[in-house]
C-alpha cells in the first residue's frame, strides 16, 4: 500500500506522488470510511435498537432506509454545492456535520429522533461520497489516476465488509450508542487533517441552482431507492410498495435526462456520455456495483440465519473477503496502468465468477476453510474489477467535468448495488418459502448465489466494451476518446 501511496510510472520512470496528494489520498479515505460503514454498521444493531426504544422492527428498519433515502436524495447535487462553494470546503464541512450528527445519533432519546439525525447524517453522507473523489481527481493526473484510485479504494471496499464485525463488537461491549460515538474522532482528524494540509479551491458564488434538474433527479432517486430498499427487506417483487415507487422514479429520472439535455447549465451534465470512454466506464460502474455489492449481502445471512453464528463471528469468517479486496485494489492500480481498465475489470470480472461458483454449492454443513477461500479469491476479483472502470471515467474527462462526474458516477453504483440486491433478496425468498428443514433453508442460499454467478458474468460485458474502447483509442492517438473533454473545455 505504501508503495501504490508513494510513487507511480510515467514514461519508464517512477515519479513521487505530491504532498498534497498523498494527503488528499489519507483524507479522502478518512471520510470514505466514515460514510461507507454507517452503511453497513448499523444493520447489526437493529435488534438492540428495538429494545432500547421499544419499537418493532419494522420501524427499526427505517434507521437504515431514511439514510440510504437522503444520501440518494442529496447526491445529484453535489456538483453543483462544490462548484458553488469550492471542494474543499465543502468536503470539510459535509465531514464536520457528519461527526456531529453521529454524536446526537448516539445520544437520542426516541427512535423518532434517531431516524430524523440519520436523515442529517445519510444527507451529509452522500456528499461526502461524490466530494472525495472529486477532492482527489483534482490533484492528480491521467499519468497516476489509476494508483490514486486504487490506494483510496482499499478502504472504501473494506469499509462495507468489516462494518458488521465491528457493529458486533460495539454493540455486544460498550453499546449501541458506540456505532455511532466512533465516527467522532475520525471526523475531528480529518476535518484538521484538511485544514492543515489541503489547498483551498474557488467556488463560484454566481452559478445558479437548476432547481428543476434537482426536484426531478432528487425524487427520481429516492422513488428507485427506496422501492429497491422494499424488495431487498421484504423480498417480494411484486409488492405495489416497491413497484409503485419504482415506477415513478424511473418516470422522473427520464424526465430529468429529458430536462438536463434541453438546459444549457443542468444540474449534471449528461452529455458527458458523449465520451465513449466515460459511457463504457459508466455501464461497468452500473453492472459491477450490482455484483459485487448485491453479492455482499448473501453470505452473512447464511452465516447467520443457516449456520446460527454470531455478528462478531460473521464478521471474522469475511476477513478473507476483505483482505483479497485489498490485495485486488493494490494490484488493480499497477494492471491498469499496464494493460488497461477494461482488461484489469475483466479479469476481476472472471475471478468473481469463479468464485462465487462454489458458494453455489453450500450446505449447512459447508468448511469454513472453504468458504474462506473462495471469499479470498472473490474478494481479489472484487478489488480488479471496481476501481478500474472508474479510473478509465475520470481519465476521460477534464478536471473541469469532475464535478459532473462523480456524483453520476456514485449514483450508478449505488443503484447497481440496489437492483442486485432486491434481484438476491427475491431469490432467496422465494426459495426460503419452499424450505421445509434447516438443510433446505441453507440450500437456498446456493441457489441465490448461482444467480450471484450469472449477473457477475453479465457484469463482465461492459468490460469488455471498455477494452475494445481503450484499444481503439491507443491506435487512433492521443485525440481519440476526448469527447467530454471537449465539450468540458468548451463550457469552461
Known sequence: MADAVGATERDGARVPFSPELRWSIVISALGAIMSLLDSTIVNVALHALSARFDAPLITIQWVVTSYLLALAAVTPMTGWAARRVGVKRLYLASVAVFAAVSLLCGLAQTIEQLIVLRVLQGAAGGVIASVGQMLLVMRADRANMARVMSAVGVPMIIAPIIGPAIGGLLVDGPGWGWIFFINVPVGIVTVLLGHRYLSPDQGRPGDRLDVAGLLLAASGMVGITYGLAEIGTRGELGSPRALLPILAGAVLTAGFVVHALRSAHPLLDLRLYRSRAFGSASLTTFCSGGAVFGGMILL?????????????????????????????????????????????????????????????????????????????????????????????????????????????????????????????????????????????????????????????????????????????????????????RTYARNQE
Open 300 to 484: 452473512p445471512l447464511y452465516l447467520q440465519s443457516a449456520r446460527a453464528e454470531s455478528a462478531v463471528a460473521t464478521g471474522l469468517l469475511l476477513v478473507p473477503q476483505g483482505v483479497g479486496a485489498a490485495v485486488g485494489m493494490y494490484l488493480a492500480g499497477r494492471a491498469t496502468d499496464r494493460f488497461g481498465a477494461g482488461a484489469t475489470a475483466l479479469a476481476g470480472g472472471v475471478a468473481m465468477s469463479l468464485a462465487s461458483a462454489p458458494l453455489a454449492f453450500l450446505d449447512g454443513a459447508t468448511s469454513y476453510w472453504l468458504i474462506g477461500a473462495v471469499t479470498l479469491v472473490r474478494g481479489v476479483g472484487i478489488g480488479l474489477i471496481t476501481m478500474p472502470a472508474m479510473t478509465a471515467a475520470f481519465r476521460a474527462l477534464s478536471p473541469a467535468a469532475v464535478n459532473d462526474a462523480a456524483p453520476q458516477l456514485n449514483m450508478l453504483q449505488r443503484i447497481g448495488g440496489s437492483v442486485g440486491t432486491a434481484i438476491f433478496a427475491v431469490v432467496l425468498q422465494w426459495r426460503l418459502d419452499e424450505a421445509a428443514t434447516q438443510a433446505e433453508r441453507a440450500a437456498a442460499y446456493g441457489t441465490a448465489f448461482w444467480w450471484v454467478v450469472g449477473v457477475t458474468l453479465a457484469a463482465t460485458v461492459p468490460t469488455l466494451l471498455l477494452m475494445r474502447h481503450e484499444r481503439r483509442a491507443a491506435a487512433d492517438g492521443p485525440e481519440a476518446g476526448t469527447t467530454g
